[in-house]
């Protein structure tokens, strides 16, 4: 880390002293990337640029809004209608949650489908499974605070869940919501938390980057960098790359921001939590949907928060289910279609949770959620009968195939 | 394969968007052409100050909006003494004073709309046990907003035979299982336009709807132009970066 010398004395001075520079240059400007990621690597940059926006919006939400049973409805639409640009603050954190999801759901299955898990990168990819669970629990928990109908019943089914564990379950919901019914105590303390968790996330995130640049990026071949020739440096190839994928981002973004910003929003939510009338038809929020499908799904309700739980759990141990050596999917013909048949399986699985747990849905959500199970010992065998297809010898030999065969075949320095 | 990755994870999104259409359980809603749809879509100001005017003369004897200020109306193009003008006509509760008394002044700009009821239990008495909704929100609360507001006041027809209508509800196509507590609440010629507009039912159905997509966001305007200048500045940004990232990248493809 130490080592970079730098021309402004100034600068200089201060990082013989506390090495910021040098560890920026080190991590942002020269740190050597593979020359051949695709576009899909942009999406762990966006979801860190969503979760700045939402921590910026969010903060300046927390300044107008009030967390108390009775005001908080209408302090969220004193915010839409009386704080200058309230409205623009408000959808961004509202559609932002949304975009940031759409980000790491991205990021997660392009780290499934190029073998970004497998070995030396495992810590990485727990770090980012823990980091998803902390934008569930936060995004549950900012659902809550608008306290509109949805909000309230979305809070008391899912609180519920907890009553399910043998003997101590009522009182540990007791517990949660600070009363015997989600009230004034739940939303205080889901705003305290709410508050406090993206912070957590961000904390995490900086791990996930230490990770990161210690095993260095996996790329879409998923074999190593043999040396130089492989790499380049961070700046300005990435950061430009980057730079233009926030562009596209924003674009289609702000695009729903401003013409579409109640997109993602069930419209019961517009009307204010009543205890006493129960909507018909309680949804939770679009990125929960495959998880609430697995739920309802197992007509046990202790089996059925089991399932939801452990599927997400299972992923912690994805690579050692996983025991091939070969990391993309680019070249393991058998795993590649069981890769497009488990996205399949959860957007159909997404679509069941949707959807009222009646006629046709409860006997295909069942289904479903075997195969999204199914998923695993299916991949624990494939991965040792499947042959895969040879794999390149370098990075640079297939990126810059014949036309600069010299340059490949310079002598590896580092390897 | 990319595009099929994209296409999945956008349809995950559109799906669950989508579900709330499918969840509900109602007759098809007839489109209309608002003036405030679309990415130039702006409010029709007379047509705001026409939809006001059946809601004071109509919906507000028994609907609040609690949400909405006096002072708002000046989006609607009314000046400030017509503003003061509509908020006397109503008197609110203030207080306590130097004697520790309440007592009743005529509303000011800055109070919100008056309701017409002081609370939920009088609101019911009044209305055969029915509460009025507030319709501050009525267009962003219900599926099809104005489209469904339109479709309600629009929607009182004649019960089919068979189909029992309970007393004091009234049998409505467009609400979610037929019978609603609201008589209908306009006819031709229920209100005498200011600016000479024929006051049909549909027009007045269409007026109304429209002041309260109005009340329901009123940032709709500003809204829909800032939009457009920013996604038109993030083109333009977008377009120099990617031509950047080919230039810088020359040399390594």
Redesign the interface.
């Given at each position: 880390m130490s080592g970079s010398q730098f021309n402004n004395k100034v600068i200089q001075w201060f990082d013989d002293r506390l090495p910021i520079f040098s560890m920026l240059q080190h991590s942002a400007v020269e740190y050597p990337t593979p020359r051949n990621l695709n576009y899909w690597w942009n999406f762990g940059s966006l979801a860190g640029l969503m979760l700045v926006i939402m921590i910026l919006s969010g903060i300046f939400l927390a300044m107008a809004y009030t967390p108390n049973e009775a005001l908080a409805f209408n302090s969220v639409e004193r915010i839409m209608r009386d704080v200058n640009y309230g409205w623009l603050l408000r959808y961004m954190h509202m559609n932002g949650a949304s975009f940031f999801f759409v980000c790491v759901y991205i990021h997660i299955f392009r780290g499934l489908y190029y073998g970004s898990y497998k070995a030396p990168r495992e810590v990485l990819w727990w770090l980012g499974l823990v980091i998803y669970l902390t934008m569930m629990g936060t995004a549950f928990m900012g659902y809550c605070l608008p306290w509109g109908q949805l909000s309230f019943w979305g809070t008391t089914v899912i609180t519920n869940l907890f009553s399910a564990i043998p003997v101590v379950g009522d009182a540990i919901t007791t517990w949660l919501w600070g009363g015997f019914s989600v009230a004034n105590p739940t939303l205080n303390r889901f705003f305290a938390l709410h508050y406090l968790l993206p912070f957590v996330i961000f904390a995490l995130v900086f791990l996930h980057v230490v990770a990161l640049h210690t095993t260095k990026s996996n790329n879409p071949l998923g074999i190593d960098v043999k040396g130089p020739q492989d790499t380049i440096p961070f700046h300005p190839y990435y950061t430009i790359k980057d730079l233009f994928g926030i562009g596209v981002l924003l674009m289609v973004y702000l695009g729903v921001v401003f013409f579409l910003p109640n997109f993602f929003v069930e419209p019961t939510n517009y009307i204010p939590a009543n205890p006493m009338v129960t909507p018909p038809h309680i949804v939770p929020e679009w990125y929960f949907l495959p998880f609430y499908a697995i739920l309802r799904s197992v007509p046990d309700k202790l089996g059925g928060v089991i399932a939801m739980f452990g599927a997400i759990v299972i992923f912690f141990f994805l690579p050692w289910i996983d025991r091939s050596k070969v990391r993309s999917a680019k070249f393991r013909p058998i795993y590649k279609q069981l890769f497009w048949i488990f996205a399949l399986v959860c957007v159909v699985l997404g679509y069941i949770g949707s959807q009222p747990p009646e006629g046709s849905m409860v006997p295909l959500g069942r289904v479903f959620s075997v195969a999204y199970f199914a998923f695993f010992p299916l991949l624990w065998l494939i991965s040792k009968v499947e042959k895969p297809k040879p794999l390149p010898q370098s990075i640079a030999a297939p990126v810059l195939k014949g036309a600069s065969v010299g340059h490949a075949a310079q002598p590896m320095e580092k390897a | 394969m990319?595009r099929?990755?994209l296409l999945?994870?956008m349809?995950?999104?559109f799906?669950?968007?989508a579900?709330?259409a499918?969840?509900?359980e109602k007759a098809e809603l007839e489109h209309h052409n608002w003036s405030f749809q679309g990415?130039f879509g702006q409010y029709d100001k007379a047509q705001l100050r026409r939809g006001f005017q059946v809601f004071r003369e109509i919906c507000s004897n028994c609907h609040s909006m609690k949400?909405v200020a006096y002072r708002?109306l000046s989006a609607l193009g009314f000046t400030e003494d017509e503003i003061k003008a509509i908020a006397a006509e109503k008197q609110v509760t203030d207080g306590p004073n130097d004697q520790g008394d309440m007592f009743q002044r005529p509303a000011k700009p800055s109070d919100h709309i008056v309701p017409p009821f002081p609370n939920d239990q009088a609101a019911r008495v009044a209305n055969n046990g029915a509460l009025p909704p507030d319709l501050?929100?009525m267009t962003?609360?219900?599926?099809g907003g104005p489209d469904y507001v339109y479709a309600i006041l629009t929607g009182f027809v004649d019960a089919p035979a068979g189909f029992k209508v309970n007393d004091g509800m009234y049998y409505n196509q467009a609400f979610p299982g037929h019978q609603i507590a609201m008589p209908p609440p306009i006819s031709d010629e229920a209100v005498t336009y200011a600016d000479g507009t024929k006051a049909t039912k549909e027009q007045i159905a269409t007026d109304a709807a429209a002041f309260l997509n109005w009340a329901?966001e009123?940032?709709l305007d500003t809204?829909?132009s800032?939009?457009?200048k920013?996604?038109g500045f993030?083109?333009v940004?977008?377009a120099m970066?990617?031509a950047?990232?080919r230039k810088?990248?020359a040399n390594?493809?």
């Open positions: - | 990319m099929k990755f999945s994870t349809a995950a999104a799906v669950a968007a579900t709330p499918l969840a509900a990415v949400l708002n501050s929100l962003k609360a219900r599926e329901a009123p940032e809204r829909h800032l939009g457009l920013v996604l993030l083109l940004l977008t970066l990617y950047l990232k810088i990248w390594v493809h």
